[in-house]
């Protein structure tokens, strides 16, 4: 007789070891559990940082980290919805510091992550979610409109992965991960503002990647896919309204057109992030993750 084991890891809270035994009579499945080791917290006694953590990606990325151990400084400029975030990240056991900002305002990228520090003690990984969404079309766009756009997503990126990079060169090293988009690559004829912001994030992500990776830091972009988020719903609703058809049937025509022919969710999106944040991805840095479902194939 031969027998094969198989050590699976499933859930939080324990393990399922599944030994098939093989004979000429029977074949039979036994399911032992097993405590939780340590390999499930992998992100114990480090502190992450995450912008735009009130809702949407930014939520269940801090829930994720918070579930592997970790301690996650939440920032946000919508209190009510930050504060709830904090509730339920408590709720399951888990530590966190909220801070309210504009991480648009002078000065806040230093002051935010001093706070973080000064409430979780350190600073090990940054992640840079928070953005602002515009649909124009080329010949729509204002000035206005451009600076809002890339205040959030250029700018307070770059000097957040700056001030967090400082503190990690010290420190000996640690993880950025940036939100980009699959819009990048793609033709959009009314995302022209959102969709060069984040292309200027892939560039700030590799030539980061360049400059830290001797201080130990890794960087790195993920760029998500077609999600129910806050700011996706708004970009939908204005583009459903824009071609004058309903809601539903705009979102159809947006599913039909990715290979997998379904949608994304934020917590399938977050399992990237924080494989980005792990020992095992220690040796990837200046990639771009895409999670789109074939949407943006390369």
């Known amino acids: ?78 209190e009510a919805l930050l504060n709830d975030t904090a509730s339920e990240l408590r709720r399951g056991g888990g530590e966190c510091a909220v801070i309210v900002a504009d991480i648009t305002s002078t000065g806040a990228a230093t002051a935010i992550v001093q706070k973080a520090i000064g409430s979780l003690g350190r600073l090990d990984i940054l992640i840079n979610n928070a953005a602002a969404s515009s649909v124009e079309a080329l010949l729509d766009v204002t000035e206005a409109e451009w600076d809002k756009i890339f205040a959030v997503n250029v700018k307070a990126l770059f000097f957040l992965l700056q001030a967090a990079a400082r503190v990690m ?58 999600m129910d ?38 917590e399938e999106v977050a399992e990237g992030i924080v494989w980005l944040a792990t020992q095992t991805a220690s040796y990837v840095t200046g990639n771009r993750l895409n999670i789109s479902g074939g949407l943006e194939l390369d």
């Not at 029977?26 to 940082?49: R, Y």
């Not at 301690?71 to 919508?78: E, G, Q, T, Y």
């Not at 793609?186 to 980061?208: F, G, W």
């Open 169 to 226: 060169k010290d420190s000996g090293g640690g993880r950025i991960v940036n939100v980009s988009s699959p819009g990048t690559r793609m033709t959009l004829t009314n995302y022209t503002s959102y969709a060069t912001s984040k292309a200027a994030v892939d560039y700030i992500t590799r030539t980061a990647a360049a400059n830290l990776g001797v201080y130990g830091i890794t960087v790195n972009a993920i760029a998500p896919g077609r």
């Open 1 to 78: 007789m031969r027998s094969r084991a198989k050590v699976l890891a499933l859930g939080r809270n324990f393990r399922e070891r599944f030994v098939r035994a093989r004979n000429n009579q029977h074949q039979q499945l036994i399911v032992v559990e097993m405590p939780m080791t340590a390999d499930h917290h992998p992100f114990k006694g480090q502190v992450v940082l995450i912008t735009g953590a009130a809702q949407g990606l930014g939520k269940a990325a801090a829930l994720a980290f918070a579930a592997g151990g970790a301690s996650v400084a939440l920032v946000d400029i919508n």
């Open 229 to 266: 988020t806050p700011m996706q719903r708004i970009t939908e609703e204005a583009n459903a309204a824009a071609a004058g058809i309903d809601l539903k049937t705009y979102i159809q025509s947006r599913t039909v057109d990715i290979p997998l022919r379904r949608r994304t969710t934020p």
